[in-house]
C-alpha cells in the first residue's frame, strides 16, 4: 500500500520569503501526485497534482512542486509567500487512475510572520 | 465556496445521542465521500459512494451509518459515540470516481463527543 510522510509539522516563514514544504511518498510503481490546502475552518483546495509528464507541475495561487522519482519525493515550492499562504498543507498519493483512494500525510502548519 | 456545504459546522453530543451530518453539492457530481480529519493525522478515508451505491467501506464502526439518497445528498448517521470520534469530518464530492477527477472538499462538522 502507499503511504505518505510529510517530515515538516510546522514552518514558520517569513512573508516574501521563499517556502519549500516536503513529502515523502512510498509505492512501487509511478503515484499519482497530489498537494492540498486548508485554510481554517475551510476545507481542502486541491493546489496541483501529478499524473506523469514534465516532473515539474505548476498549480494554483503561484505554487510549483517537483517530482522526483530518485527521491520519492514530490516537493511543494513557492517563490515568495503572501500572508495568505498561513494554512495547513497536504501531500496526498494515490495508486491507480481508476481508483478513488488516496493516502494523506498528517499535514504541515504553514505560520506566515509579517 | 467549493460548491460543497455542510451542516452543522460545529456538534457537540453526549455518548448516548443520535445525530446526524449532512453534505450537500450543486456541483452535479456522481461521487461523493466522507473523511473522518483527526488532529495531526492524515485524513482517513470513511465511505464512498458512487451513483449513490457504497463502493467503499473502510472498515468504519457500525456506529457510523451513511446514507445518500440521490446524487447531490449524503449523510452520516451518528449513535453511540466514543470520545475518540471527536474529529473534523469532511465531506467530498468529484465528477466520477478515479483520481483524475477533483475533489472538491466542504467545510466540513466539527464533532465534539462528550
Known amino acids: 500500500a502507499q503511504s505518505v510522510t510529510q517530515p515538516d509539522i510546522h514552518i514558520t516563514v517569513s512573508e516574501g520569503a521563499s517556502l519549500e514544504l516536503r513529502c515523502n511518498y512510498s509505492?512501487?510503481?509511478?503515484?499519482?501526485l497530489f498537494w492540498y490546502v486548508q485554510s481554517p475552518g475551510q476545507g481542502l483546495q486541491l493546489l496541483l497534482k501529478?499524473?506523469?509528464?514534465?516532473?515539474l507541475v505548476q498549480g494554483i495561487k503561484g505554487f510549483e512542486a517537483e517530482f522526483k522519482r530518485s527521491q520519492s519525493s514530490f516537493n511543494l515550492r513557492k517563490p515568495s509567500v503572501h500572508w495568505s499562504d498561513a494554512a495547513e498543507y497536504f501531500c496526498a498519493v494515490g495508486a491507480q487512475a481508476n481508483d478513488y483512494k488516496l493516502s494523506f500525510g498528517a499535514g504541515t502548519t504553514v505560520t506566515v510572520r509579517a | 465556496e467549493t460548491g460543497v456545504t455542510q451542516t452543522p459546522r460545529h456538534l457537540v453530543m453526549g455518548m448516548t445521542n443520535k445525530k446526524s451530518l449532512k453534505c450537500e453539492q450543486h456541483?452535479?457530481?456522481?461521487?461523493m465521500y466522507w473523511y473522518k480529519q483527526s488532529a495531526k493525522k492524515p485524513l482517513e478515508l470513511m465511505f464512498v459512494?458512487?451513483?449513490?451505491?457504497?463502493?467503499e467501506n473502510n472498515s468504519v464502526p457500525s456506529r457510523f451509518s451513511p446514507e445518500c439518497p440521490n446524487s447531490s445528498h449524503l449523510f452520516l448517521h451518528l449513535h453511540t459515540l466514543q470520545p475518540e470520534d471527536s474529529a473534523l469530518y469532511l465531506c467530498?464530492?468529484?465528477?466520477?470516481?478515479?483520481?483524475?477527477?477533483?475533489?472538491?472538499f466542504g467545510p466540513g462538522t466539527r464533532l465534539t463527543v462528550l
Open positions: 467530498a464530492s468529484s465528477q466520477d470516481r478515479g483520481l483524475w477527477n477533483e475533489q472538491f
Open positions: 501529478y499524473f506523469s509528464g514534465d516532473t
Open positions: 456541483l452535479g457530481h456522481n461521487a
Open positions: 459512494y458512487s451513483l449513490e451505491e457504497r463502493v
Open positions: 509505492y512501487g510503481a509511478t503515484p499519482y
